[in-house]
Protein backbone atom coordinates (compact mmCIF):
# COMPACT_ATOMS: atom_id res chain seq x y z
CA UNK A 1 0.00 0.00 0.00
CA UNK A 2 2.78 2.20 0.83
CA UNK A 3 4.61 1.50 -2.30
CA UNK A 4 1.37 2.42 -4.03
CA UNK A 5 1.18 5.61 -3.19
CA UNK A 6 5.12 6.44 -3.21
CA UNK A 7 4.35 5.42 -7.18
CA UNK A 8 1.31 7.57 -7.28
CA UNK A 9 2.98 10.71 -6.00
CA UNK A 10 5.56 10.44 -8.19
CA UNK A 11 3.46 9.85 -10.77
CA UNK A 12 1.62 12.95 -10.34
CA UNK A 13 4.63 14.74 -10.57
CA UNK A 14 5.63 13.46 -13.53
CA UNK A 15 2.31 13.91 -14.98
CA UNK A 16 2.04 17.60 -13.62
CA UNK A 17 5.31 18.28 -15.74
CA UNK A 18 4.28 16.85 -18.71
CA UNK A 19 1.20 19.58 -18.45
CA UNK A 20 2.76 22.23 -17.01
CA UNK A 21 5.39 21.50 -20.60
CA UNK A 22 2.50 21.55 -22.85
CA UNK A 23 2.98 17.84 -23.45
CA UNK A 24 -0.65 16.95 -23.10
CA UNK A 25 -1.58 19.02 -25.96
CA UNK A 26 -0.75 15.23 -28.08
CA UNK A 27 -3.24 13.49 -26.64
CA UNK A 28 -5.72 12.88 -29.12
CA UNK A 29 -9.14 13.36 -26.22
CA UNK A 30 -11.51 11.85 -29.67
CA UNK A 31 -10.22 8.01 -28.00
CA UNK A 32 -10.51 9.11 -24.51
CA UNK A 33 -13.76 8.52 -22.10
CA UNK A 34 -15.67 11.07 -20.31
CA UNK A 35 -13.89 10.85 -17.57
CA UNK A 36 -10.22 11.03 -19.00
CA UNK A 37 -11.24 13.99 -21.25
CA UNK A 38 -12.38 15.82 -18.87
CA UNK A 39 -8.91 14.88 -16.43
CA UNK A 40 -7.45 16.25 -20.09
CA UNK A 41 -8.86 19.47 -19.91
CA UNK A 42 -7.60 19.46 -15.98
CA UNK A 43 -4.16 19.26 -17.25
CA UNK A 44 -4.07 21.48 -20.01
CA UNK A 45 -5.08 24.13 -17.36
CA UNK A 46 -1.96 23.80 -16.07
CA UNK A 47 0.13 24.60 -19.50
CA UNK A 48 2.85 27.45 -18.65
CA UNK A 49 2.26 30.84 -21.05
CA UNK A 50 4.38 31.21 -24.38
CA UNK A 51 4.84 27.75 -25.08
CA UNK A 52 4.36 28.07 -29.11
CA UNK A 53 7.79 28.38 -29.72
CA UNK A 54 11.05 26.95 -29.12
CA UNK A 55 11.48 22.76 -28.12
CA UNK A 56 8.59 20.64 -28.67
CA UNK A 57 6.52 19.85 -25.54
CA UNK A 58 7.72 16.14 -24.74
CA UNK A 59 11.25 17.25 -25.46
CA UNK A 60 11.37 19.91 -22.56
CA UNK A 61 9.23 17.44 -20.29
CA UNK A 62 11.12 14.68 -20.50
CA UNK A 63 14.77 17.36 -20.07
CA UNK A 64 13.07 18.51 -17.08
CA UNK A 65 12.36 15.54 -15.74
CA UNK A 66 15.61 14.02 -15.78
CA UNK A 67 18.18 11.06 -17.28
CA UNK A 68 15.81 8.22 -17.01
CA UNK A 69 13.37 9.99 -18.85
CA UNK A 70 15.57 11.34 -21.45
CA UNK A 71 16.42 8.04 -22.09
CA UNK A 72 13.03 6.84 -23.24
CA UNK A 73 12.08 9.23 -25.02
CA UNK A 74 15.09 8.48 -26.82
CA UNK A 75 13.60 5.18 -27.76
CA UNK A 76 10.05 6.27 -27.98
CA UNK A 77 11.59 8.13 -31.12
CA UNK A 78 11.93 5.38 -32.86
CA UNK A 79 8.71 4.09 -32.17
CA UNK A 80 6.09 6.00 -34.02
CA UNK A 81 3.53 2.63 -33.75
CA UNK A 82 3.45 3.70 -30.17
CA UNK A 83 3.35 7.23 -29.55
CA UNK A 84 2.53 8.61 -33.10
CA UNK A 85 4.63 10.50 -35.59
CA UNK A 86 4.68 13.51 -34.21
CA UNK A 87 5.37 12.71 -31.09
CA UNK A 88 8.16 10.70 -32.32
CA UNK A 89 9.31 14.12 -34.18
CA UNK A 90 9.61 16.00 -31.01
CA UNK A 91 11.48 13.22 -29.42
CA UNK A 92 13.99 12.86 -32.42
CA UNK A 93 16.30 16.22 -31.07
CA UNK A 94 16.24 14.80 -27.68
CA UNK A 95 19.80 15.93 -26.20
CA UNK A 96 20.98 13.83 -23.54
CA UNK A 97 23.54 16.20 -22.82
CA UNK A 98 23.81 16.71 -18.42
CA UNK A 99 26.97 17.61 -16.44
CA UNK A 100 29.91 15.42 -15.76
CA UNK A 101 30.57 13.64 -12.45
CA UNK A 102 33.79 14.05 -10.67
CA UNK A 103 37.16 12.88 -12.02
CA UNK A 104 37.83 10.83 -8.53
CA UNK A 105 34.14 9.20 -8.64
CA UNK A 106 35.28 8.26 -12.29
CA UNK A 107 38.47 6.41 -11.24
CA UNK A 108 36.88 4.89 -8.70
CA UNK A 109 34.29 3.22 -11.13
CA UNK A 110 36.94 1.91 -13.31
CA UNK A 111 39.16 1.18 -10.72
CA UNK A 112 36.07 -0.95 -8.82
CA UNK A 113 35.55 -2.63 -12.41
CA UNK A 114 38.87 -3.54 -13.58
CA UNK A 115 40.11 -4.64 -10.32
CA UNK A 116 43.86 -2.57 -10.72
CA UNK A 117 44.75 1.02 -9.93
CA UNK A 118 43.84 3.60 -12.87
CA UNK A 119 48.13 4.35 -12.24
CA UNK A 120 48.84 0.71 -13.58
CA UNK A 121 45.78 0.60 -15.97
CA UNK A 122 47.18 4.00 -17.64
CA UNK A 123 50.00 5.79 -19.08
CA UNK A 124 47.61 9.06 -18.85
CA UNK A 125 43.73 9.30 -17.73
CA UNK A 126 42.33 12.73 -19.11
CA UNK A 127 39.27 14.91 -17.42
CA UNK A 128 36.31 13.61 -18.82
CA UNK A 129 35.35 14.71 -22.41
CA UNK A 130 31.99 14.16 -23.02
CA UNK A 131 29.25 13.26 -20.88
CA UNK A 132 25.21 11.91 -21.34
CA UNK A 133 22.76 10.13 -19.00
CA UNK A 134 24.06 6.97 -18.90
CA UNK A 135 27.89 7.47 -18.83
CA UNK A 136 30.81 9.68 -19.34
CA UNK A 137 34.15 9.20 -22.03
CA UNK A 138 37.53 9.71 -21.15
CA UNK A 139 40.90 9.84 -23.13
CA UNK A 140 43.81 7.64 -21.93
CA UNK A 141 46.92 6.13 -23.37
CA UNK A 142 48.17 3.16 -22.86
CA UNK A 143 51.43 1.10 -23.46
CA UNK A 144 51.20 -2.22 -25.80
CA UNK A 145 53.05 -5.06 -25.54
CA UNK A 146 55.39 -3.86 -27.86
CA UNK A 147 56.26 -0.50 -26.03
CA UNK A 148 53.98 1.47 -28.33
CA UNK A 149 51.37 4.11 -27.05
CA UNK A 150 48.26 3.47 -28.08
CA UNK A 151 44.85 6.05 -27.28
CA UNK A 152 41.94 4.42 -26.07
CA UNK A 153 38.27 5.80 -25.24
CA UNK A 154 36.94 5.18 -21.81
CA UNK A 155 33.55 4.95 -21.04
CA UNK A 156 32.15 5.20 -17.88
CA UNK A 157 29.31 3.89 -16.22
CA UNK A 158 27.42 7.11 -14.75
CA UNK A 159 27.42 6.06 -10.48
CA UNK A 160 23.58 5.37 -9.08
CA UNK A 161 21.86 5.36 -12.65
CA UNK A 162 20.78 1.58 -12.54
CA UNK A 163 18.95 2.37 -9.39
CA UNK A 164 17.60 5.48 -10.51
CA UNK A 165 16.37 3.92 -13.78
CA UNK A 166 14.76 0.87 -11.86
CA UNK A 167 13.35 3.24 -9.46
CA UNK A 168 11.96 5.38 -12.26
CA UNK A 169 11.11 2.28 -13.64
CA UNK A 170 8.80 0.89 -11.05
CA UNK A 171 6.60 4.02 -11.22
CA UNK A 172 6.12 3.44 -15.14
CA UNK A 173 5.36 0.01 -14.10
CA UNK A 174 2.56 1.57 -12.09
CA UNK A 175 1.09 4.15 -14.25
CA UNK A 176 0.82 1.33 -16.77
CA UNK A 177 -1.61 -0.23 -15.12
CA UNK A 178 -3.23 2.77 -13.66
CA UNK A 179 -3.57 3.74 -17.54
CA UNK A 180 -4.96 -0.03 -18.18
CA UNK A 181 -8.19 0.30 -15.00
CA UNK A 182 -8.95 3.94 -15.97
CA UNK A 183 -9.27 2.89 -19.81
CA UNK A 184 -9.22 -0.07 -20.82
CA UNK A 185 -9.60 0.74 -24.57
CA UNK A 186 -6.17 2.20 -24.21
CA UNK A 187 -4.46 -1.38 -23.87
CA UNK A 188 -4.39 -1.42 -27.62
CA UNK A 189 -1.56 1.20 -27.37
CA UNK A 190 0.19 -1.50 -24.72
CA UNK A 191 1.58 0.46 -22.36
CA UNK A 192 2.36 -2.00 -19.96
CA UNK A 193 4.52 -3.57 -23.23
CA UNK A 194 5.94 -0.49 -23.75
CA UNK A 195 7.28 -0.33 -20.54
CA UNK A 196 9.04 -3.86 -20.07
CA UNK A 197 10.40 -3.11 -23.88
CA UNK A 198 11.76 0.50 -22.71
CA UNK A 199 12.88 -1.56 -19.70
CA UNK A 200 15.08 -4.45 -21.64
CA UNK A 201 16.42 -1.56 -23.91
CA UNK A 202 18.20 0.84 -21.45
CA UNK A 203 19.06 -2.22 -19.31
CA UNK A 204 20.83 -3.99 -22.03
CA UNK A 205 22.63 -0.08 -22.30
CA UNK A 206 23.86 -0.96 -18.86
CA UNK A 207 25.84 -3.23 -19.22
CA UNK A 208 28.77 -2.16 -21.52
CA UNK A 209 30.06 -5.64 -22.00
CA UNK A 210 26.97 -6.11 -24.84
CA UNK A 211 27.84 -2.94 -26.09
CA UNK A 212 31.46 -3.85 -26.83
CA UNK A 213 29.82 -7.18 -28.29
CA UNK A 214 27.85 -5.39 -30.44
CA UNK A 215 30.91 -3.05 -31.42
CA UNK A 216 33.13 -5.82 -32.42
CA UNK A 217 29.91 -8.07 -33.97
CA UNK A 218 29.68 -4.97 -36.54
CA UNK A 219 33.50 -4.54 -37.34
CA UNK A 220 33.21 -8.28 -37.54
CA UNK A 221 30.27 -7.92 -40.08
CA UNK A 222 32.35 -4.45 -42.13
CA UNK A 223 35.78 -5.49 -41.81
CA UNK A 224 36.43 -5.86 -45.79
CA UNK A 225 34.44 -2.39 -46.69
CA UNK A 226 36.39 -0.31 -47.80
CA UNK A 227 34.16 3.31 -46.29
CA UNK A 228 33.15 2.16 -43.57
CA UNK A 229 34.71 1.05 -40.10
CA UNK A 230 33.87 0.50 -36.36
CA UNK A 231 36.62 1.02 -33.80
CA UNK A 232 37.80 -1.83 -31.79
CA UNK A 233 36.67 -2.70 -28.26
CA UNK A 234 39.85 -3.58 -25.70
CA UNK A 235 38.15 -6.33 -24.30
CA UNK A 236 41.23 -6.97 -21.17
CA UNK A 237 39.69 -3.06 -20.09
CA UNK A 238 36.43 -3.93 -20.44
CA UNK A 239 33.72 -4.93 -17.98
CA UNK A 240 30.65 -4.05 -16.72
CA UNK A 241 30.51 -0.99 -15.60
CA UNK A 242 33.28 0.28 -18.02
CA UNK A 243 34.38 -0.12 -21.93
CA UNK A 244 37.85 0.82 -23.52
CA UNK A 245 37.47 0.96 -27.54
CA UNK A 246 40.03 2.63 -30.27
CA UNK A 247 40.18 6.13 -29.93
CA UNK A 248 38.59 8.10 -33.29
CA UNK A 249 40.25 10.65 -34.32
CA UNK A 250 38.45 13.02 -36.69
CA UNK A 251 35.13 15.67 -38.06
CA UNK A 252 31.67 14.67 -37.07
CA UNK A 253 29.70 14.76 -39.75
CA UNK A 254 27.65 17.28 -39.22
CA UNK A 255 30.53 19.66 -39.17
CA UNK A 256 30.71 20.38 -43.31
CA UNK A 257 32.71 23.37 -43.09
CA UNK A 258 35.39 21.48 -41.10
CA UNK A 259 35.09 18.55 -43.82
CA UNK A 260 35.61 20.42 -46.42
CA UNK A 261 38.13 22.60 -45.10
CA UNK A 262 39.96 19.29 -44.52
CA UNK A 263 39.69 17.96 -47.99
CA UNK A 264 37.06 15.18 -47.70
CA UNK A 265 34.52 15.16 -50.62
CA UNK A 266 31.08 15.78 -48.72
CA UNK A 267 29.27 13.87 -51.87
CA UNK A 268 31.03 10.57 -51.33
CA UNK A 269 30.50 11.29 -47.72
CA UNK A 270 26.66 11.07 -48.38
CA UNK A 271 26.62 8.05 -50.73
CA UNK A 272 28.82 6.48 -48.33
CA UNK A 273 26.30 6.91 -45.41
CA UNK A 274 23.40 5.79 -46.88
CA UNK A 275 24.75 2.67 -48.76
CA UNK A 276 26.77 1.52 -45.21
CA UNK A 277 23.58 1.79 -43.48
CA UNK A 278 22.09 -0.18 -46.18
CA UNK A 279 24.53 -2.94 -46.44
CA UNK A 280 24.51 -3.62 -42.33
CA UNK A 281 20.59 -3.38 -42.86
CA UNK A 282 20.23 -5.88 -45.58
CA UNK A 283 23.86 -7.22 -46.13
CA UNK A 284 24.15 -8.44 -42.58
CA UNK A 285 20.96 -7.96 -40.69
CA UNK A 286 22.72 -6.30 -38.04
CA UNK A 287 22.78 -2.37 -38.02
CA UNK A 288 23.22 0.51 -36.14
CA UNK A 289 19.86 1.95 -34.56
CA UNK A 290 21.22 5.70 -33.60
CA UNK A 291 23.56 7.03 -36.52
CA UNK A 292 22.74 10.83 -35.96
CA UNK A 293 25.64 12.86 -37.25
CA UNK A 294 27.43 13.06 -33.23
CA UNK A 295 27.75 9.04 -33.20
CA UNK A 296 29.42 9.82 -37.11
CA UNK A 297 32.81 10.25 -38.08
CA UNK A 298 35.16 11.34 -41.15
CA UNK A 299 38.81 9.96 -40.37
CA UNK A 300 41.93 11.97 -41.72
CA UNK A 301 41.84 8.86 -44.66
CA UNK A 302 37.92 9.99 -45.57
CA UNK A 303 36.77 6.95 -44.15
CA UNK A 304 33.72 7.17 -42.27
CA UNK A 305 33.49 6.00 -38.78
CA UNK A 306 30.63 4.84 -36.46
CA UNK A 307 30.61 5.20 -32.56
CA UNK A 308 28.26 4.62 -29.66
CA UNK A 309 26.62 0.78 -29.98
CA UNK A 310 23.90 1.17 -27.29
CA UNK A 311 21.30 0.56 -29.61
CA UNK A 312 21.55 -1.78 -32.43
CA UNK A 313 18.72 -3.06 -34.92
CA UNK A 314 18.72 -6.90 -36.02
CA UNK A 315 16.86 -7.89 -39.02
CA UNK A 316 16.05 -11.75 -39.82
CA UNK A 317 16.48 -13.01 -43.64
CA UNK A 318 12.78 -12.86 -44.34
CA UNK A 319 12.90 -9.01 -43.36
CA UNK A 320 16.00 -8.57 -44.80
CA UNK A 321 14.53 -9.92 -48.42
CA UNK A 322 11.29 -7.66 -47.77
CA UNK A 323 13.27 -4.68 -47.56
CA UNK A 324 15.53 -5.45 -50.25
CA UNK A 325 12.35 -6.24 -52.62
CA UNK A 326 10.07 -3.37 -51.87
CA UNK A 327 13.06 -0.71 -52.47
CA UNK A 328 14.02 -2.70 -56.14
CA UNK A 329 10.05 -2.86 -56.55
CA UNK A 330 10.05 1.02 -55.98
CA UNK A 331 13.13 1.71 -58.30
CA UNK A 332 11.78 -0.43 -60.96
CA UNK A 333 7.90 0.62 -60.51
CA UNK A 334 7.18 -3.05 -60.07
CA UNK A 335 3.78 -2.30 -58.08
CA UNK A 336 2.54 -5.88 -57.73
CA UNK A 337 6.06 -7.30 -56.97
CA UNK A 338 5.97 -4.75 -53.94
CA UNK A 339 2.35 -6.25 -52.68
CA UNK A 340 3.36 -9.79 -53.54
CA UNK A 341 6.42 -9.44 -51.10
CA UNK A 342 4.42 -8.41 -48.44
CA UNK A 343 1.93 -11.41 -48.67
CA UNK A 344 4.78 -13.88 -49.25
CA UNK A 345 6.00 -12.41 -46.02
CA UNK A 346 2.62 -12.46 -43.71
CA UNK A 347 2.47 -9.11 -43.26
CA UNK A 348 -0.64 -8.56 -44.65
CA UNK A 349 -3.43 -11.15 -44.06
CA UNK A 350 -4.14 -12.85 -47.27
CA UNK A 351 -7.81 -12.45 -47.54
CA UNK A 352 -6.89 -9.08 -48.76
CA UNK A 353 -6.22 -8.84 -52.45
CA UNK A 354 -2.73 -8.63 -53.68
CA UNK A 355 -4.09 -6.41 -56.59
CA UNK A 356 -5.77 -4.04 -54.40
CA UNK A 357 -2.83 -3.78 -52.13
CA UNK A 358 -0.62 -2.74 -55.06
CA UNK A 359 -3.09 0.00 -56.37
CA UNK A 360 -2.42 1.38 -53.19
CA UNK A 361 0.93 0.88 -53.30
CA UNK A 362 1.15 2.71 -56.83
CA UNK A 363 -0.78 5.93 -55.30
CA UNK A 364 2.63 6.20 -53.74
CA UNK A 365 5.25 5.24 -56.09
CA UNK A 366 3.74 7.11 -59.14
CA UNK A 367 4.19 10.57 -57.63
CA UNK A 368 7.95 9.37 -56.69
CA UNK A 369 8.61 9.51 -60.26
CA UNK A 370 6.80 12.62 -61.04
CA UNK A 371 9.90 14.60 -58.90
CA UNK A 372 13.58 14.99 -59.82
CA UNK A 373 15.63 11.83 -57.90
CA UNK A 374 17.29 14.45 -55.52
CA UNK A 375 13.45 15.50 -54.07
CA UNK A 376 12.46 11.69 -53.21
CA UNK A 377 12.70 10.78 -50.12
CA UNK A 378 13.32 7.20 -48.96
CA UNK A 379 12.24 7.26 -45.38
CA UNK A 380 9.15 8.94 -46.36
CA UNK A 381 8.21 6.89 -49.12
CA UNK A 382 8.72 4.25 -46.18
CA UNK A 383 6.28 5.50 -43.71
CA UNK A 384 3.75 6.18 -45.76
CA UNK A 385 3.59 2.46 -47.13
CA UNK A 386 3.54 1.87 -43.66
CA UNK A 387 0.46 4.18 -43.28
CA UNK A 388 -1.16 2.69 -45.97
CA UNK A 389 -0.28 -0.93 -44.63
CA UNK A 390 -2.31 -0.11 -41.85
CA UNK A 391 -5.52 -0.42 -44.19
CA UNK A 392 -4.69 -3.99 -44.91
CA UNK A 393 -4.55 -5.20 -40.90
CA UNK A 394 -0.89 -5.47 -41.74
CA UNK A 395 0.56 -5.80 -37.91
CA UNK A 396 3.54 -4.08 -36.66
CA UNK A 397 6.55 -5.24 -36.59
CA UNK A 398 9.02 -3.68 -33.77
CA UNK A 399 12.05 -4.57 -36.41
CA UNK A 400 10.57 -2.81 -39.89
CA UNK A 401 9.62 0.33 -37.43
CA UNK A 402 13.24 1.00 -36.24
CA UNK A 403 14.94 0.59 -39.28
CA UNK A 404 12.32 3.20 -40.80
CA UNK A 405 13.38 5.31 -38.22
CA UNK A 406 16.46 5.06 -38.62
CA UNK A 407 16.63 5.39 -42.40
CA UNK A 408 14.95 9.04 -41.76
CA UNK A 409 18.09 10.07 -39.54
CA UNK A 410 20.47 8.39 -42.19
CA UNK A 411 18.99 9.99 -45.05
CA UNK A 412 19.03 13.34 -43.19
CA UNK A 413 22.58 13.17 -42.61
CA UNK A 414 23.52 12.00 -46.14
CA UNK A 415 21.68 14.89 -47.42
CA UNK A 416 23.04 16.96 -45.12
CA UNK A 417 26.40 16.40 -46.62
CA UNK A 418 24.90 16.53 -50.09
CA UNK A 419 21.34 18.26 -50.52
CA UNK A 420 21.08 17.14 -54.34
CA UNK A 421 21.62 13.26 -53.45
CA UNK A 422 19.89 10.94 -55.26
CA UNK A 423 19.15 8.62 -52.75
CA UNK A 424 17.46 6.12 -54.98
CA UNK A 425 20.30 5.85 -57.27
CA UNK A 426 22.92 5.14 -53.94
CA UNK A 427 20.86 2.73 -52.79
CA UNK A 428 20.57 0.28 -55.44
CA UNK A 429 23.75 -0.55 -56.25
CA UNK A 430 23.37 -2.61 -52.78
CA UNK A 431 20.01 -3.65 -53.17
CA UNK A 432 20.68 -5.32 -56.68
CA UNK A 433 23.70 -6.95 -54.93
CA UNK A 434 22.59 -8.30 -52.25
CA UNK A 435 19.36 -9.67 -54.63
CA UNK A 436 21.95 -11.39 -57.15
CA UNK A 437 23.86 -12.73 -53.93
CA UNK A 438 20.92 -14.50 -52.25
CA UNK A 439 17.83 -14.63 -54.65
CA UNK A 440 20.05 -15.60 -57.98
CA UNK A 441 21.55 -19.32 -58.64
CA UNK A 442 24.23 -18.93 -55.65
CA UNK A 443 21.72 -18.08 -52.89
CA UNK A 444 19.51 -20.89 -54.05
CA UNK A 445 22.19 -23.72 -53.85
CA UNK A 446 22.94 -22.41 -50.77
CA UNK A 447 19.43 -22.43 -49.44
CA UNK A 448 19.33 -26.12 -50.41
CA UNK A 449 22.67 -26.70 -48.40
CA UNK A 450 20.89 -25.68 -45.11
CA UNK A 451 17.54 -27.12 -46.09
CA UNK A 452 19.42 -30.57 -46.69
CA UNK A 453 21.78 -30.25 -43.19
CA UNK A 454 18.19 -29.51 -41.38
CA UNK A 455 17.11 -32.42 -42.80
CA UNK A 456 20.09 -34.62 -41.99
CA UNK A 457 19.58 -33.26 -38.42
CA UNK A 458 15.81 -34.37 -38.36
CA UNK A 459 16.74 -38.09 -39.50
CA UNK A 460 20.06 -38.04 -37.41
CA UNK A 461 17.69 -37.36 -34.34
CA UNK A 462 14.47 -39.93 -34.98
CA UNK A 463 16.11 -42.93 -33.54
CA UNK A 464 16.54 -41.13 -30.04
CA UNK A 465 13.32 -39.03 -30.48
CA UNK A 466 11.79 -42.72 -30.89
CA UNK A 467 13.39 -44.48 -27.91
CA UNK A 468 12.16 -40.84 -25.68
CA UNK A 469 8.29 -41.68 -27.24
CA UNK A 470 8.17 -44.71 -26.51
CA UNK A 471 9.19 -44.08 -22.59
CA UNK A 472 6.94 -41.46 -22.15
CA UNK A 473 4.45 -44.14 -23.88
CA UNK A 474 5.15 -46.54 -21.85
CA UNK A 475 4.95 -44.04 -18.46
CA UNK A 476 1.63 -42.35 -19.36
CA UNK A 477 0.19 -46.37 -19.62
CA UNK A 478 1.45 -47.01 -16.32
CA UNK A 479 -0.05 -43.78 -15.00
CA UNK A 480 -3.04 -44.00 -16.81
CA UNK A 481 -4.78 -46.61 -14.36
CA UNK A 482 -3.87 -43.47 -11.15
CA UNK A 483 -5.37 -39.99 -10.76
CA UNK A 484 -4.43 -36.55 -12.18
CA UNK A 485 -1.57 -36.50 -9.74
CA UNK A 486 0.43 -39.49 -10.94
CA UNK A 487 0.35 -37.40 -14.09
CA UNK A 488 1.37 -34.36 -12.62
CA UNK A 489 4.64 -36.25 -10.81
CA UNK A 490 5.32 -38.03 -14.45
CA UNK A 491 5.34 -34.42 -15.73
CA UNK A 492 7.14 -32.94 -13.35
CA UNK A 493 9.96 -36.27 -13.43
CA UNK A 494 10.17 -35.10 -17.06
CA UNK A 495 11.41 -31.84 -16.22
CA UNK A 496 14.05 -32.76 -14.05
CA UNK A 497 14.93 -35.55 -16.10
CA UNK A 498 15.68 -32.62 -19.16
CA UNK A 499 17.47 -30.64 -16.97
CA UNK A 500 19.67 -32.94 -15.46
CA UNK A 501 20.31 -34.39 -18.90
CA UNK A 502 20.52 -30.95 -20.22
CA UNK A 503 23.35 -29.85 -17.51
CA UNK A 504 25.56 -33.16 -18.29
CA UNK A 505 26.11 -32.00 -21.41
CA UNK A 506 27.09 -28.53 -20.65
CA UNK A 507 29.43 -30.53 -18.52
CA UNK A 508 31.11 -32.72 -21.04
CA UNK A 509 30.96 -29.98 -23.50
CA UNK A 510 32.96 -27.73 -21.31
CA UNK A 511 34.89 -30.86 -19.90
CA UNK A 512 36.27 -30.91 -23.65
CA UNK A 513 37.26 -27.71 -24.47
CA UNK A 514 39.45 -27.48 -21.05
CA UNK A 515 41.06 -31.18 -22.34
CA UNK A 516 41.48 -29.52 -25.91
CA UNK A 517 43.61 -26.19 -24.39
CA UNK A 518 45.86 -27.93 -22.36
Do not use: C
Not at 238 to 247: F, I, P
Not at 337 to 349: L, N, W
Request: glycine letters at 8%; charged letters at 25%; hydrophobic letters at 50%.
Amino acid sequence: MLGAVVHLARGAQVGFVLAREGALALVDSAELPPHLRFALRLGRMLERPGLGSGAGPLQRALTRLGPSYVKFGQFLATRPDIVGMEAARDLETLQDRVPPFPQDVAIRVVEATLGRPVGQLFVSFSPPIAAASIAQVHKAHILDDEGAVRVLAIKIMRPGVRERFQRDLQVMRFMARVVHVLSPKAERLRPREVVEILARSVMMEMDFRLEAAAMSELAQNTRDDADFRVPKPDWELTGRDVLASEWIEGIRLNDRAAIVAAGHDPKALGRAVIQSFLRHAIRDGFFHADMHPGNLFVDPTGTLVAVDFGIMGRLGHMERRFLAEILLGFILRDYKRVAQVHFEAGYVPAHHSVEDFAQAIRAIGEPIHQRKADEISMAKVLTLLFDITALFDMSTRTELVMLQKTMVVVEGVARSLDPQLDMWTGAEPVVRSWIARNLGPVGRVESLGRAALTITDVVSDLPDLAQRLRRILVRLDEAGSGDGKSLDAFARAERRRTIWSTLALWGIAIGALVMAFR
